[in-house]
């Protein structure tokens, strides 16, 4: 096997699980998730002559996830349009917790930037900048997307939802 197959398939190895939950945080199901993943690894793939000598690989394969993502969903509006119909999303695997699966539902009501936001930063844990990067939008507009999906989160959940910002 080629030094490049080698690297790549290290990289996929360490990263797969991390995007695999990160792409079930964005579609709210395993099964588009996985195809998420598929299609993400792809075209990194494609790129990794370019990309691997880089700092962070992975952060160009989360930007990567978080455009085919938006093209996904936007593909999905066109075909909704046409079918009439959305498909609600799935909850989460059985096995989670009442707290997280109200969290997860509550998610899946915000907008798809401000979800997107809220996933990059306080699952991922990312600072303001690196999602900006991600998103490829100006960091005043990551705060302004996670500040609307906090008020939104406090109105669904309630104000005892202790969440704070900081300015990383």
């Not at 490049?4 to 695999?20: D, G, K, N, P, W």
């Not at 930037?113 to 990067?133: C, K, S």
């Amino acid at each position: 096997m080629a030094g490049r197959e080698r690297e790549f398939r290290a990289f996929f190895e360490a990263e797969f699980s991390s995007l695999r939950r990160l792409a079930f945080l964005l579609t709210g199901s395993w099964t588009e998730a996985e195809d998420l993943v598929q299609e993400t690894m792809v075209r990194v793939f494609r790129a990794w002559d370019r990309i691997r000598d880089h700092e962070h690989p992975a952060a160009y394969a989360r930007a990567v996830m978080m455009n085919r993502h938006r093209s996904m969903l936007r593909r999905a509006r066109v075909e909704a349009k046409h079918a009439l119909a959305r498909q609600p999303p799935l909850p989460p695997a059985p096995d989670a917790e009442d707290d997280a699966v109200v969290v997860w539902q509550a998610l899946q009501t915000l907008p798809v930037r401000e979800r997107q936001a809220m996933i990059l930063r306080f699952y991922e844990d990312l600072p303001q900048a690196q999602i900006a990067e991600i998103l490829g939008i100006p960091v005043g507009t990551v705060k302004s997307l996670t500040h609307r999906a906090l008020g939104r989160l406090r109105e669904t959940l309630g104000s005892e939802v202790e969440i704070t910002l900081d300015d990383r």
